[in-house]
């Protein structure tokens, strides 16, 4: 059964601390994994990464994807209070565009 | 463009009552999908489209069923609504080709079964 696992579920952190948010996958046809952002509405789009080794980044986030492993990370540094949310993780497989996602970060970011 | 809309925002239904939630896109995005969020759960996908005439079931079909009639249209329909299915939903959108996991979601709608 096609799963995606992110670590940790919660997290409480200061301004200004860096995070590292976790996502593991275990999918079949594996096409992309994506991040999104999601702040007591709809999920806004963060990255695609469908390359292993290559880092994608927008401003303090960034994400890297290492297809040997299944894992992604999401790091977002010199974080704000802006930046608490849930950080929800999924895996596009197949050519359908069928989306699996993981549990979800709720990162809160205290000043 | 309106992106990605739904009705209503928010739902109250009794237990055995049937309704439908809308999903509309002015994007012309071949996918659609409905996805229920669930505290600790992600979000899960109940039923998807990759396009007119064609649906499929997600992770979570029973007791919701979908049509696609139109490329802007996607509607959910729950048929005898149970409290199992209090939750969030959300409708997405996106294109073909390459850029088709980039999913646009809809505001949601709040559904409350008591």
């Known amino acids: 059964e096609d799963k995606v696992v992110q670590s940790p579920l919660s997290l409480v952190v200061h301004e200004g601390d860096t995070v590292t948010l976790n996502c593991s996958y275990e999918?079949?046809?594996?096409?992309?994994l994506l991040w999104y952002k999601q702040e007591k509405k709809a999920p806004t789009f963060l990255f695609m990464l469908?390359?292993?080794?290559i880092e994608k980044k927008s401003g303090r986030l960034s994400s890297i994807l290492d297809k040997k492993e299944l894992f992604s990370i999401l790091n977002i540094t010199a974080t704000q209070t802006g930046d608490s949310a849930i950080y929800l993780c999924?895996?596009?497989?197949?050519?359908?565009?069928?989306?699996?996602f993981g549990q979800g970060t709720t990162l809160q970011v205290k000043p | 463009n309106a992106g990605v809309t739904q009705t209503p925002k928010f739902q109250v239904l009794k237990t055995g009552q049937s309704m439908t939630l809308q999903c509309a896109q002015d994007?012309?995005?071949?996918?659609m999908s409905w996805y229920r969020q669930d505290p600790g759960m992600g979000l899960r996908l109940i039923h998807y489209?990759?396009?007119?005439?064609?649906?499929d079931q997600g992770e979570v079909p029973n007791g919701y069923n979908v049509s696609r009639s139109t490329t802007e249209d996607f509607p959910l329909r729950l048929l005898s609504a149970a409290p199992s299915q209090t939750s969030v939903y959300f409708c997405?959108?996106?294109?073909?080709?390459?850029?088709?996991?980039?999913?646009?979601f809809g505001p949601g709608t709040r559904l409350t079964v008591t």
């Open positions: 469908t390359s292993s080794g």
């Open positions: 999924a895996v596009g497989s197949s050519n359908t565009g069928k989306l699996i």
């Open positions: 999918v079949t046809n594996f096409r992309s």
């Open positions: 994007m012309n995005h071949e996918y």
């Open positions: 489209s990759v396009g007119a005439g064609i649906t």
């Open positions: 997405a959108s996106s294109a073909r080709q390459y850029s088709r996991y980039e999913q646009y």
